[in-house]
């Protein structure tokens, strides 16, 4: 292959990588930063210890069920914005057999239901850990 069919190639995939999503969160302004206090240490009666698997599994499961950079569409309803966020959320994982975990994400009772309950708003996942891949999705 001659070079001058090489640059047109090497642009284009230079170009795809401009339109890759950061995948790291939002992080606040140095000002707003400079004002949190933290703890000399996580007070023993509040904190949670979550292995790095059961993080790793719950993290996959939700960037599938919702990723971070999907927003409601223009003139939705209160409801419709509660089901795009997170904390309207419980997410449940249990350990399985060969390195899976299984995830399960349901709608927190009465938050986003103001005009009557909503079905169906969740889902269970099989997760490999080791390969950090989702094996199935159960909606």
Request: proline residues 9%; contains cysteine; hydrophobic residues 45%.
């Given at each position: 292959?001659?070079?001058g ?15 890759q999503?950061d995948?790291?969160?939002v992080h606040?302004?140095p000002e ?7 703890p ?10 979550l292995?790095?698997?059961?993080v790793t ?7 599938d ?21 997170r904390?309207s ?14 995830v399960?994400?349901t ?13 169906d ?9 080791a390969g ?8």
């Amino acid at each position: 292959m001659k070079f001058g069919a090489l640059l047109p190639l090497c642009l284009l995939f230079s170009a795809c990588a401009l339109f890759q999503r950061d995948t790291r969160p939002v992080h606040a302004p140095p000002e707003e930063a400079a004002r949190v206090q933290f703890p000399l240490d996580l007070p023993a009666d509040t904190r949670m210890t979550l292995s790095g698997a059961l993080v790793t599994a719950m993290q996959l499961a939700l960037d599938d069920f919702l990723p971070l950079n999907v927003k409601p569409h223009s003139g939705a309803s209160p409801e419709e914005v509660c089901l795009y966020q997170r904390e309207s959320y419980d997410v449940i994982a249990s350990p399985g057999a060969d390195g899976v975990m299984f995830v399960r994400i349901t709608l927190r009772p009465d938050t986003c239901e103001k005009h009557g309950p909503i079905m169906d708003m969740g889902a269970t996942y099989a997760v490999d850990i080791a390969g950090r891949r989702i094996l199935a999705v159960q909606r």
